[in-house]
């Protein structure tokens, strides 16, 4: 059987948590800052869990983490 490969942008995007979870960082927060507010942008710091529709995808594309 032929390895499969990972996306790479996929890779540098998601890490595993301790209990197989897929974690990311939120978006909006590159540019157009002035008219968020400081708590908008403070909340957009933290990471989260990917959704559970989107693990089984995330699946294909990361095989191996």
Do not use: C, E
Not at 8 to 18: E, H, Q, V
Not at 40 to 58: G, I
């Amino acid at each position: 059987m032929p390895k499969i490969k990972t996306s790479r942008a996929a890779a540098k995007r998601f890490k595993k948590t301790g209990t197989g979870k897929l974690k990311r960082m939120k978006a909006y927060k590159s540019h157009i800052l002035t008219k968020k507010s400081a708590k908008r942008k403070r909340n957009l710091r933290q990471s989260t869990t990917v959704d559970s529709t989107n693990v089984k995808n995330m699946k294909k594309i990361l095989p191996y983490l």
